[in-house]
């Protein structure tokens, strides 16, 4: 009679020991800035009271070496969410089977382009392509208005670029490649990279943030870059500024500003399935939303709504372009990038 009040009075306590050992947390993959991701992850931790173990890369590699990490992780995951700073590289993933499908009730209202059909990845707080450009270098009426004006050669040895195999300068050659193929067929793209080594562009191994870098501290003059790094070396004090260069002339529909999206997934078979949909429901909201264009990176917010309350980081003509046709068609466009840019012999 006395042995089971006492296992009544035990069990109590060893559950409360467990449940304070075993804290619900999610591994989240991410190649967005940690200045940025980290406030954003901070919120949902005290929001939800979930912990998150963050897992990055170098600045260079970035995207890069997470895809690369998750694909082989593949059969064998080690994270449950993966966010990315841009799109094309959680295109491919999708298609090697490393996600599963995710459906976030806070989703459904952002456009279709930035969404699969099939709900393993979601996009929200976009980038855009922009030429970064010193306006005491460059006179005002030589901006490029257009990607195809630094063929220009008055800007010969004053153009700096990201590695391609990096970042997202590789998912806007693609990109390039896929629009100018059904606007003016391909040959069109061979054209531009042929423009840009004649002007001798230079590839610069810091990513897109050091191609702002170059131009801030008199190393270039103009170079091909995201809006985020941009906006942190205004607020850093530097004397650049950024165009929204079009892809086609003006009275082509379709044919302006390339956006980047982040985007989020779920990694098939991760560990912590329910962690992981808290957080991706977090990523999606309107609250993440707004703290990115709040941010020194000002993203511009996906959703109509937001994207209203932060009117002058608005691109009014995006591009049109099919982006699972541009992941598809990235390697290619990058090897060829490559080819015809990476000459370090040039004079």
């Not at 042995?3 to 035990?10: E, G, K, Q, Y």
């Not at 391609?164 to 054209?191: C, I």
């Not at 977090?282 to 703290?291: A, I, K, P």
Request: charged letters at 20%.
């Amino acid at each position: 009679m006395t042995a089971r009040p006492l296992r009544l009075l035990v069990l109590p306590v060893a559950v409360l020991v467990a449940g304070c050992s075993d804290r619900p947390h999610v591994v989240l993959y991410v190649s967005a800035d940690d200045h940025v991701a980290r406030p954003i992850v901070r919120a949902f931790e005290r929001q939800s009271g979930i912990r998150v173990d963050m897992v990055g890369d170098t600045e260079q590699r970035k995207t890069t070496g997470l895809a690369n990490r998750l694909l082989a992780e593949r059969d064998n995951p080690q994270a449950d969410v993966f966010w990315s700073s841009e799109v094309f590289h959680t295109i491919r993933l999708a298609g090697h089977g490393v996600f599963a499908g995710h459906d976030s009730a806070v989703a459904g209202d952002r456009p279709a382009v930035f969404r699969d059909p099939g709900h393993l990845w979601h996009g929200f707080g976009a980038r855009a392509r922009v030429i970064v450009y010193a306006p005491d270098r460059v006179e005002p009426e030589h901006v490029p208005r257009t990607w195809m004006g630094l063929t220009d050669e008055r800007f010969r040895g004053r153009i700096v670029m990201a590695d391609p195999r990096f970042g997202t300068t590789g998912g806007h050659l693609a990109a390039m490649k896929v629009f100018w193929a059904g606007l003016a067929g391909m040959s069109y793209y061979e054209a531009f990279l042929m423009g840009l080594a004649d002007n001798r562009v230079r590839l610069l191994p810091g990513g897109n943030a050091g191609v702002v870098r170059a131009v801030a501290d008199g190393e270039a003059d103009l170079g091909l870059t995201d809006t985020d790094d941009v906006w942190a070396a205004v607020a850093a004090g530097h004397n650049v500024r950024h165009v929204y260069p079009r892809h086609a002339i003006d009275g082509v529909s379709g044919g302006g500003t390339l956006l980047i999206p982040n985007t989020v997934a779920r990694v098939a078979n991760g560990p912590n399935p329910q962690p992981a949909a808290a957080l991706i429901d977090f990523l999606l909201s309107d609250q993440v939303e707004r703290m990115l264009a709040e941010s020194t990176s000002h993203n511009i917010p996906v959703r109509a709504a937001i994207a209203a309350e932060f009117p002058e980081y608005a691109v009014p003509d995006p591009l049109e372009v099919n982006l699972s046709r541009v992941a598809a068609l990235m390697p290619g466009a990058i090897d060829q990038a490559m080819r015809l840019l990476d000459d370090r012999d040039a004079p």
